[in-house]
């Protein structure tokens, strides 16, 4: 794979290094396997989170193993928080490359329990976090002339199973927008959707409705993949030719129905 010179202004070379990457919900998990592994191959990562400890810990780890990092509290219901990320990118690393939008919580629950306030906590993270990020990096993209949105979604979308309803719903909301933007995006854009099946982190742990919890848990017990294989998938894409869209991935369990 060829190398990235150190000049901002670059992507037309295929690759990972020099690549600016932020990362959204990046202080675990998928976030962070993904963070780990682009650092590792050169890219310069930017963490987004709530929990500022994780994220200081995660970056003080890539640096020690010679990458670079930086990392801001981002909350993904705040759009401002989003508009610091994006900014932060530039400010360190003079722009910024690729969006991960990975931040998502999936409080799900069977409809008939109402719990209406889920529902929108679900659409506030994983539909209008993603949105947020659109709003802050499609401008600097443009400007750029270049520009990668990788938004992380959900098999949930594509088999539509009980108590998933509404979660598989921001999921594949997001899914529509994606490929709206793609469409709007011209040939200079890149957007990337990539559906994970059951990873193994601690996404069940946040789910309130015990019935729901226990399968969750039960199953990813059984059949869970490590995160490592989600973020092999978004490397695989960020690390294309400028001129090579990788539309949709999908990686999951082989014993997932
Ligand atoms: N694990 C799975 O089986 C699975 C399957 C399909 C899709 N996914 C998707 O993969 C993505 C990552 O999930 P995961 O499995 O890695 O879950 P996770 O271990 O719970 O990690 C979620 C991350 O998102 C962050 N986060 C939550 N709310 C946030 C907010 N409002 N603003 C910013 N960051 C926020 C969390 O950090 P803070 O709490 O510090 O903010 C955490 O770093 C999600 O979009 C999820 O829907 C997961």
Redesign the pocket.
């Known amino acids: 794979m060829s190398e990235i010179p150190d000049i901002p202004g670059i992507i037309e070379i295929a690759g990972i290094k020099g690549k600016v990457v932020a990362i ?9 396997a993904i963070a780990l592994l682009l650092a590792e191959r050169g890219a310069k990562v930017v963490l ?4 500022p400890d ?1 994220l200081e810990d995660l970056a003080l780890r890539i640096e020690k193993n010679g990458g670079e990092a930086a990392w801001v509290r ?4 705040r759009r401002e928080d989003l508009a610091g990320l994006v900014g932060l990118a530039r400010e360190r690393f003079g722009r910024l490359d690729v969006l991960v939008s ?5 409080l799900i629950s069977p409809l008939d329990e109402l719990r209406v306030d889920d529902w929108e906590r679900m659409i506030d ?2 539909l209008k ?1 993603v949105l947020y990020g659109i709003a802050e990096a499609l401008p600097v993209f443009r400007e750029q002339g270049s520009g990668h949105f990788v938004n ?5 979308g594509l088999r539509i199973v009980p108590l998933m309803s509404v979660y598989a719903g921001t ?1 594949n909301a997001v899914r529509t927008v994606s490929e709206g933007l793609r469409q709007e995006a011209g040939d200079s854009l890149r957007v990337t959707v990539v559906s ?4 193994s ?3 069940a ?2 789910i309130p409705d015990p019935g729901a919890r226990t399968q969750i848990l039960d199953t ?1 017990d059984r059949i ?1 993949i490590p ?1 490592q294989a989600v973020a092999r998938a978004v490397a695989f894409a960020v690390e294309q030719p400028a001129g090579v869209d990788v539309g949709d991935i999908v990686v999951r369990p082989t014993a997932q129905d």
């Open positions: 959204t919900g990046a202080g675990g998990g998928i976030g962070e987004g989170a709530r929990r994780r981002t909350d993904v219901t990975n931040a998502g919580v999936g993270v994983n976090g992380i979604v959900s098999t949930a999921k994970p099946g059951f990873v982190t601690d996404f742990d946040g990813m869970a995160p």
